[in-house]
């Protein structure tokens, strides 16, 4: 009996332990395949994610700096470019109005027949005075825009603009002393005296100043 006992117990003992084998090797597989999975799932789950963190399209060009250019470079050619465009912009409008000057100066020596010789009346010398004045204004208007306008380096004057500035220093200054001079002689025609002295050098030199800029004008006009 005790043998028979013993062959049993010995029996289930062996039967436990080969179950115990059995379960331990399931768990092991188990175990082993849960990182699989989990790759499996993250492989799937990235051409999904992918689309969200794609970066967006840049909807505006490049710029300069872009481009390699410097930004010192980039700046100076448009502060270079801004100045020539306002000298040009300034040298067109001193054109014109050194055309629209002509008319009243024209209409100024016109006026001078009435304002002085065996002709002359306080009527004629007031309008040719006011006529003085208004050319007057107008050249140093037309004058500031050439003055004032911006000036670029290494571009120096030939040709005609060369003549034009040259002769500047001549209808220049007349156009200084022919007004003082004509207050001087409009002064002495009024007070019943006849035009002595300095005064008497008012024709003359409002000769020569319209000379000189009617040349001035023919030099930048006329197309060689």
Same mark, same amino acid.
């Given at each position: 009996?005790?043998?028979?006992? /013993?062959?049993?117990? +010995?029996?289930?003992?062996? !039967? ?14 188990? +175990? ?7 790759? *499996?799932?993250?492989?799937? &789950? &990235? ?44 040298? !067109?409008?001193?054109?014109?109005? #050194? ?8 209409? /100024? ?5 009435? +304002? #002085? ?6 009527? #004629? ?6 006529? #003085? ?8 208007? *037309? ?24 002769? =500047? ?8 002393? *022919?007004?003082?001079?004509? +207050?001087? &002689? ?12 300095? =005064? ?14 009617? =040349? ?9």
């Amino acid at each position: 009996m005790d043998t028979m006992k /013993t062959k049993t117990l +010995a029996e289930a003992s062996m !039967k436990t332990y080969r179950l115990s084998i059995v379960a331990l090797t399931c768990l092991c597989l188990c +175990a082993a395949s849960v990182p699989s999975l989990a790759q *499996t799932g993250n492989a799937t &789950a &990235a051409p999904q994610d992918k689309p969200a963190t794609a970066p967006a399209a840049n909807p505006q060009a490049p710029s300069l700096g872009d481009l390699g250019f410097p930004t010192d470079q980039t700046k100076g050619s448009a502060q270079d470019q801004a100045r020539l465009d306002k000298r040009s912009h300034m040298l !067109k409008t001193h054109q014109r109005l #050194g055309l629209i000057t002509v008319a009243p100066l024209v209409a /100024t020596f016109i006026a001078s027949s009435r +304002a #002085g010789g065996r002709s002359t009346s306080t009527t #004629g010398r007031d309008v040719h005075a006011a006529l #003085g004045i208004a050319t007057a204004g107008m050249y140093f208007t *037309t004058a500031s825009y050439a003055i004032l306008a911006p000036k670029v380096r290494g571009t120096p004057a030939r040709g005609p603009i060369r003549l034009h500035k040259a002769l =500047a220093w001549i209808h220049g200054p007349g156009m200084i002393l *022919t007004p003082i001079l004509g +207050a001087l &002689a409009f002064q002495q025609r009024n007070s019943g005296q006849r035009v002595h002295g300095i =005064a008497s050098a008012h024709g003359a030199v409002a000769a020569v100043t319209g000379i000189a800029y009617g =040349a001035a004008i023919l030099s930048v006009t006329i197309r060689h």
